[in-house]
């Protein structure tokens, strides 16, 4: 598996391969564990959604990268069943951004000062 690494190669030469759909996944089901441990139930339950919505947005981005190799479709002239699939990917990209804006917000320092009791 390859190692997490948030860092950006300086060039596309310096890229290792991407990763692979297991790799993908491993990291999805990871990310779904560490949500079953949050003592809130709610933010438990954000984590798993979320965690489903990144593994339907892999599987579906790969389908249509691969579909669309084996053709002469560009992003300027898709069919339109590829159409609706894109249209579909970016609604879940959208999702994906809106939960994971609700989880750093949850996490941030300032909704924990808001939640935590008044002396």
Same mark, same amino acid.
Request: aromatic share 4%; charged share 25%.
């Given at each position: 598996?390859?190692?997490?690494?948030?860092?950006? *190669?300086?060039?596309?030469?310096?890229? *290792?391969?991407?990763?692979?759909?297991?790799?993908?996944?491993?990291?999805?089901?990871?990310?779904?564990?560490?949500?079953?441990?949050?003592?809130?139930?709610?933010?438990?339950?954000? %984590?798993?959604?979320?965690?489903?919505?990144?593994?339907?947005?892999?599987?579906?981005?790969?389908?249509?990268?691969?579909?669309?190799? %084996?053709?002469?479709?560009?992003?300027?002239?898709?069919? *339109?069943?590829?159409?609706?699939?894109?249209?579909?990917?970016?609604?879940?990209?959208?999702?994906?951004?809106?939960?994971?804006?609700?989880?750093?917000?949850?996490?941030?320092?300032?909704?924990?000062?808001?939640?935590?009791?008044?002396?």
């Amino acid at each position: 598996m390859h190692e997490v690494n948030n860092q950006i *190669p300086a060039s596309p030469s310096a890229c *290792p391969e991407p990763p692979t759909s297991a790799e993908r996944q491993a990291l999805v089901y990871a990310y779904q564990h560490q949500a079953l441990s949050r003592p809130d139930r709610l933010a438990a339950n954000l %984590g798993l959604l979320l965690g489903d919505l990144l593994s339907l947005a892999h599987g579906l981005g790969a389908q249509l990268q691969a579909r669309m190799r %084996g053709t002469a479709e560009t992003p300027q002239r898709l069919d *339109p069943r590829s159409a609706r699939e894109v249209e579909f990917l970016l609604k879940l990209d959208r999702q994906i951004d809106r939960f994971s804006q609700l989880e750093r917000h949850d996490r941030s320092p300032a909704s924990q000062r808001s939640l935590s009791p008044q002396h």
